[in-house]
C-alpha cells in the first residue's frame, strides 16, 4: 500500500512464505498467502507462482487457490484472514474498475478495531467506489453513494490531522471525487491537483498514479482533451515505476 516496487514485494513476500514455512508458522502464511497473490495480479505476472503451495500436506483439507483459502478461515473463525481476503479483493476490484465487485467486497468487510491500518485503506477504497457510483446517472439511490462516500471522506479527513505524510493525499483525492460528483467543478480540479502534488511529494507512487488518472477521467468530463491525455500519460509513468504492469495494460 505504499507503493513500493511490486517486484521487490514479490521477492519479499516469496521470502516471508518460505522463513513461515520453515518454522511452521502456518496461521501468518495464511494472510501472506492473500497478500502475494494481490501483487502478482498488479505485476501482471504469467508466471507459474502459486502462493498457496506452502499449504500443501500442511492442513487437513487442500488450499489451492484464494477461494479456498476463504472457505478455511471461514469455517475455522480465523477473522483476520477473511478480511485480510475482502481487502485485497476489494483492493483489487479497485484498481481493476470492477466496481460493482468492489462495492460488494466493501460491504462485506466488517470494522476491526484491532487492524486499524487496513480499516483506513477499506474506508479509501468505499469512498472512491461510493464517489464513482454517484456520479451515475444511471445507478439507484444516488444519495445512499452521496452518503456513503461522505463517511468515508470524514474518516479520511481525521487521519490526515493525525498523519499529514500518509493521509493527506488520500483524503484530497476523496474530496476531488466529492466535488466531481456533486458538479462542482472549480472544487474537483483544484483538489485533484494537490491529491497529484502531496501523492508525488510524500512518494506514493501509486497513488500520484491514480490521482492523475482520475484527474484525466474529470477533464474528459468536461471536454478538456489535452488535460486528459497529459494527465492519463503521467498515470502510465507512474504505474510502471511501481511495477504494476496490468494496471498500465488497464490503462
Known amino acids: 500500500f505504499a507503493g513500493i516496487d511490486l517486484d521487490a514485494v514479490d521477492k519479499h513476500c516469496a521470502s516471508t512464505t518460505l522463513e513461515m514455512t520453515k518454522f511452521a508458522q502456518v496461521h501468518g502464511n495464511l494472510s501472506n498467502s ?6 502478482l495480479k498488479l505485476i501482471g505476472s504469467n508466471s507459474t507462482k502459486n502462493p498457496f503451495e506452502a499449504f500443501k ?8 487457490n484464494e477461494d479456498d483459502l476463504l472457505r478455511h478461515a471461514l469455517s475455522t473463525g480465523k477473522a483476520g484472514v477473511v478480511q485480510a481476503i475482502r481487502f485485497n479483493r476489494l483492493f483489487l476490484a479497485y484498481w481493476f474498475k470492477r466496481y460493482e465487485e468492489a462495492a460488494e467486497m466493501a460491504a462485506l468487510y466488517k470494522t476491526r478495531t484491532m487492524m486499524p491500518l487496513i480499516d483506513i485503506y477499506h474506508a479509501f477504497y468505499e469512498g472512491l467506489t461510493a464517489f464513482h457510483f454517484a456520479r451515475q446517472l444511471s445507478k439507484d439511490d444516488p444519495e445512499k453513494w452521496h452518503c ?25 483525492l476523496l474530496k476531488a471525487e466529492c466535488h466531481f460528483s456533486k458538479g462542482q467543478v472549480e472544487e474537483a480540479g483544484e483538489n485533484y491537483y494537490l491529491a497529484v502534488k502531496y501523492a508525488r511529494q510524500h512518494r506514493f507512487v501509486h497513488e500520484e498514479g491514480l490521482a492523475n488518472e482520475l484527474f484525466s477521467k474529470f477533464h474528459a468530463s468536461n471536454g478538456n482533451t489535452s488535460e486528459a491525455s497529459h494527465h492519463i500519460s503521467q498515470a502510465r509513468v507512474c504505474y510502471e515505476r511501481w511495477g504494476a504492469f496490468a494496471i498500465v495494460d488497464r490503462v
Do not use: D
Open 34 to 39: 492473500s497478500h502475494h497473490l494481490l501483487i
Open 57 to 64: 500436506g500442511v492442513l487437513t483439507e487442500e488450499i489451492r
Open 148 to 172: 456513503l462516500g461522505e463517511k468515508s471522506l470524514a474518516c479520511l479527513k481525521t487521519w490526515a490531522m493525525h498523519s499529514t505524510w500518509n493521509w493527506v493525499n488520500k483524503y484530497l
